[in-house]
């Protein structure tokens, strides 16, 4: 499975973004894809989830509210459409997809974000 996420750039504070990630390969045995961040000097983070057959998506309590998940079978692809940015929101952005039987665990190339002030 590859991951190719795309979106990232630079906004002022309280602008919006949205990622985008497409998966490839063997991926009709996914589970769910997510996003995950890694800010400077901080560990990295869990975002948003969605499985890839329905069901509420699941959010970080620093994003509810702002951003959202949401995916495109058809396409493959699941986007995290981030709004009212905050510069604690800047860090590297990574597309996550996950699958149980195998238990497999995939990951994109990361794509910045940053939120000036």
């Known amino acids: 499975v590859q991951l190719q996420a795309c979106g990232g750039g630079l906004v002022q504070s309280g602008g919006s973004l949205r990622l985008s990630c497409t998966a490839s390969?063997?991926?009709?045995?996914?589970?769910?894809m997510g996003w995950y961040r890694q800010a400077p000097g901080k560990r990295r983070e869990f975002v948003a989830h969605?499985?890839?057959?329905?069901?509420?998506?699941n959010y970080a309590d620093s994003v509810k509210g702002r951003f959202t998940i949401s995916r495109d079978n058809i396409k493959n692809t699941v986007y995290l459409q981030m709004n009212s940015l905050k510069p604690e929101d800047t860090a590297v952005y990574y597309c996550?997809?996950?699958?149980?039987?195998?238990?497999?665990?995939?990951w994109g190339q990361g794509t910045l974000v940053t939120v000036s002030s």
């Open positions: 996550n997809a996950l699958q149980i039987i195998p238990p497999s665990d995939y």
């Open positions: 390969g063997t991926i009709f045995r996914l589970n769910g």
């Open positions: 969605i499985t890839t057959t329905g069901g509420v998506p």
